[in-house]
């Protein structure tokens, strides 16, 4: 059976995301209910505001079954941005109530007034041409956990980390529209 990648549209930019699966020919769904997640084998959390995207992932009841199915190893993630802070085990000022998926800590906003966003050609772990990646008011990862591996780094700090079934990256690359992070992510 083919593969469908959940896209979750509560907020943000996840049309961003439908548009660069389906440039390597991967099915997507975007999920807005515990129904649609049902329907979907892995699942990216895109870019937005996290707060947002918070408030309405535990009012729906999304937030549990994401957890819930994530723990019993049936949904991997791709979690860019907002996304990353919302699977995060901590985030700096307790500013949003996240999912605790993976063993980082996150810090909101960190690259400060100036530069709210940049665009980058990173190196990573695993792909051979530089990634494009655009950074959006985006946040730091302060904390590694245990049994995370860092796939990338901008500035000598993490930018792209990956645990077993989890990958989370502070940048957006479905807006420059550079594919190889979401190739990684469905192989
Ligand atoms: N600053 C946003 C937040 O804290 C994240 C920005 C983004 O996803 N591009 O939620």
Same mark, same amino acid.
């Given at each position: ?82 996304? $990353? ?52 008011? $985006? ?26 079934? =989890? =990958? ?20």
């Amino acid at each position: 059976m083919t593969m469908t990648v959940g896209v979750l549209a509560l907020q943000g930019d996840f049309a961003e995301h439908i548009r660069v699966l389906s440039s390597i020919g991967v099915r997507s769904l975007e999920v807005r209910s515990v129904e649609d997640l049902t329907k979907a084998d892995r699942l990216i959390l895109p870019g937005g505001e996290s707060t947002v995207m918070a408030k309405l992932l535990f009012q729906s009841g999304l937030g549990q079954a994401i957890s819930d199915r994530f723990s019993r190893g049936e949904l991997p993630i791709y979690a860019t941005c907002a996304g $990353a802070i919302l699977v995060s085990r901590e985030v700096q000022d307790g500013s949003v109530s996240t999912l605790g998926l993976l063993d980082i800590t996150t810090q909101r906003n960190a690259y400060g007034r100036q530069s709210h966003s940049f665009r980058t050609a990173l190196s990573v772990r695993g792909i051979q041409t530089p990634v494009q990646a655009s950074f959006i008011r $985006a946040p730091h990862i302060t904390r590694v956990g245990e049994g995370v591996s860092v796939l990338a780094n901008y500035d000598e700090s993490p930018v792209l980390v990956q645990a077993r079934n =989890i =990958i989370a990256g502070t940048f957006h690359t479905e807006v420059t529209g550079d594919p190889s992070v979401h190739k990684l992510f469905v192989v």
